[in-house]
């Protein structure tokens, strides 16, 4: 919609429901949020892996991985995710922003994760801040 109306949007952003997880409300909600703040969205659903995510970067030359985790024993993936975006020498090409019920800003930091947002709602926009940076 946005190239349509020949606005260049702000980041193109991969999001999806990591591997395992199958929570999508709110992966759902921080999409909307993200294309009505002007970003390009790829929605890949739930249970997406890293190799999913990876793939899709690659091919669609995306700027944003954004990944949602509900579940505790899923968290991990997150940060299996980031790995793998090391392996494949695409960390510093790629900002990559978490959330998801059981996420906090110290996981977010530990697994080195770029953003991290509880809530998004309102007035809010996750990834703003790293729009803004890229920008
Ligand atoms: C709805 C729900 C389900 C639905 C999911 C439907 C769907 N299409 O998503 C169903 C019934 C399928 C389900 C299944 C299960 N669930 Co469930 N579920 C919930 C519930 C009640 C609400 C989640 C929700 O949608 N919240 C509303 C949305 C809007 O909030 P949110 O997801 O937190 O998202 C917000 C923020 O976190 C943030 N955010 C989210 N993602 C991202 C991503 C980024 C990048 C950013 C920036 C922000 C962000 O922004 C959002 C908007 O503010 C929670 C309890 C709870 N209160 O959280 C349990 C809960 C998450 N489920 C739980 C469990 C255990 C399960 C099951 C394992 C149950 C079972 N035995 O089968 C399965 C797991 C299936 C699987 N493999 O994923 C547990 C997890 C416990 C734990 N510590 O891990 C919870 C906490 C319930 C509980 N108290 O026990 N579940």
């Known amino acids: 919609m946005l190239?349509?109306?020949g606005t260049e949007p702000l980041a193109r952003v991969v999001i999806g429901t990591v591997k395992g997880d199958l929570h999508d409300?709110?992966?759902?909600?921080?999409?909307?949020?993200?294309?009505?703040?002007?970003?390009?969205?790829?929605?890949?659903g739930v249970n997406v892996s890293p190799e999913q995510f990876i793939a899709t970067v690659r091919e669609k030359k995306a700027n944003v991985i954004a990944m949602s985790a509900l579940l505790t024993t899923t968290m991990p993936?997150?940060?299996?995710t980031?790995?793998?975006?090391?392996?494949?020498?695409?960390?510093?090409?790629?900002?990559?922003?978490?959330?998801?019920?059981?996420?906090?800003?110290?996981?977010?930091d530990e697994i080195?994760?770029?953003?991290?947002?509880?809530?998004?709602?309102?007035?809010?926009?996750?990834?703003?801040?790293?729009?803004?940076?890229?920008?």
């Open 77 to 80: 993936a997150m940060k299996t």
């Open 112 to 135: 080195g994760a770029d953003g991290f947002q509880r809530q998004c709602g309102g007035r809010c926009c996750p990834g703003q801040e790293i729009g803004d940076r890229l920008s």
């Open 82 to 108: 980031i790995d793998a975006l090391k392996q494949a020498g695409m960390r510093d090409k790629v900002k990559v922003l978490i959330g998801g019920a059981p996420i906090t800003q110290k996981y977010a």
């Open 3 to 5: 190239i349509a109306r």
């Open 25 to 44: 409300i709110g992966k759902n909600l921080v999409a909307a949020m993200l294309e009505g703040g002007g970003f390009e969205v790829i929605d890949l």
